[in-house]
């Protein structure tokens, strides 16, 4: 099945304590990108890649990093967790610019 | 830079009657692309709907259809027929041609349809 695994789909952690959110798609797809979700804003980039060791900020990249070692893949990392990230987080890819996205199911980010 | 409004927060629709959701946004690109977004209660996202914007011609996809007006820079979605199932926060997305891959979101429409 054609799809964008992202995991985990709930986390809860402490303050400081880095963290990485996976996110792996088996569609041979080119582009992905990392959003956040939050009430009344709307879904915000974070960063994007648009193709393997090419990546590029987004609208609200503070705070967050990226890899994308292989096509599949692209982890996002919070070094440093603030109260700030507590979010609902989605990874998307798309095979073109203009093909639309898939979506991964979600990560609910807590940081206390 | 781009900007993508929304301006119903939320919307209800008795089921079998026909919706319009709203969607503007501000850009001096000429080539573009334009989307409608589904999240139902279970929060996957979902593509409704695209649209390119050298293409005159609306895009439908069955009771889903756009009215693009790229001179007022508009972006309408409107559902026919609706359904239980199409309760969720909808989003109007937009995104260059070329350039930067920097993906533009709306607020969000909450669309509740009521039985």
């Known amino acids: 099945e054609a799809q964008v695994t992202q995991n985990p789909r709930y986390l809860i952690t402490v303050t400081g304590k880095k963290l990485t959110v996976t996110c792996s798609q088996n569609?041979?797809?080119?582009?992905m990108s990392w959003y956040r979700q939050d009430p009344g804003l709307g879904l915000r980039q974070i960063y994007y890649?648009?193709?393997?060791?090419?990546?590029d900020k987004g609208d609200v990249p503070e705070g967050y990093k990226v890899s994308r070692k292989e096509k599949r893949n692209f982890p996002l990392i919070l070094e440093s967790p603030s109260p700030n990230q507590t979010s609902l987080y989605f990874c998307?890819?798309?095979?073109?610019?203009?093909?639309?996205?898939?979506f991964g199911s979600g990560t609910r980010l807590t940081v206390v | 830079a781009q900007t993508v409004t929304q301006s119903q927060p939320e919307m209800s629709v008795q089921e079998a009657e026909t919706v319009t959701l709203s969607c503007t946004y501000d850009t001096s690109e000429n080539n573009y692309y334009l989307f409608w977004y589904k999240q139902p209660p279970s929060r996957q996202m979902i593509l409704v709907i695209r649209q390119e914007a050298y293409k005159q011609q609306n895009a439908t996809e069955n009771r889903f259809s756009v009215n693009f007006q790229k001179a007022a820079k508009s972006f309408s979605l409107k559902i026919s027929d609706s359904q239980l199932g199409d309760t969720a926060m909808y989003f109007c997305a937009f995104m260059k041609h070329g350039g930067t891959y920097k993906y533009i979101f709306g607020t969000g429409t909450r669309l509740k349809v009521l039985a």
């Open positions: 890649s648009m193709n393997v060791e090419v990546t």
């Open positions: 569609m041979n797809h080119e582009y």
């Open positions: 998307a890819s798309s095979l073109n610019r203009g093909g639309g996205y898939t």
